[in-house]
């Protein structure tokens, strides 16, 4: 069983915090699908994440291509994962189920803390995830390093 990992991002945005988390799972062994709602931020994504630094180098692509069951890193706006990923990042809001939870190594739903509504959603995402019995965990940045906030142990 897996658990749901909440990534409260307060000192640092996305395309900065983001690829920590998948260096720190991709070291794990785990293929990766970042999931969003929307194709125009994943490709903003995907620009960010080709152009860090050359000495972190993050192997990733765009869904859609023809090799996506390759890619240690999948970006997509869908539910399937075409890559095998046994950890499931979700950005923006993106849907994430219980039975993923259940059924993943690892989720993680990363969100904005200066966006109110983005904070909004994460903290019903938290509640679904919760009440349908999954382990959660919270995570902020707020001291400048990741710190454990909250836990839920699931069902």
Not at 11 to 20: D, G, I, S
Not at 69 to 96: F, S
Request: hydrophobic residues 40%.
């Amino acid at each position: 069983m897996g658990k749901a990992m909440f990534y409260h991002l307060t000192r640092r945005p996305l395309e900065q915090a983001l690829p920590q988390l998948l260096e720190a799972s991709l070291s794990r062994g785990w293929k990766v699908a970042v999931r969003g709602p929307e194709r125009g931020r994943l490709e903003w994504l995907d620009e960010k994440l080709w152009s860090g630094r050359p000495e972190s180098f993050l192997p990733h692509g765009l869904s859609g291509g023809p090799h996506d069951a390759q890619q240690p890193v999948l970006l997509t706006e869908t539910a399937d994962l075409p890559n095998g990923a046994t950890c499931l990042m979700a950005i923006d809001g993106a849907a994430v189920s219980a039975e993923e939870v259940n059924a993943l190594e690892r989720v993680c739903l990363v969100f904005n803390g200066y966006e109110e509504e983005a904070v909004s959603v994460a903290r019903g995402q938290w509640k679904t995830l919760t009440g349908a019995g999954c382990a959660a965990e919270y995570w902020s940045e707020e001291s400048g390093r990741w710190e454990k906030k909250a836990e839920s142990e699931g069902a």
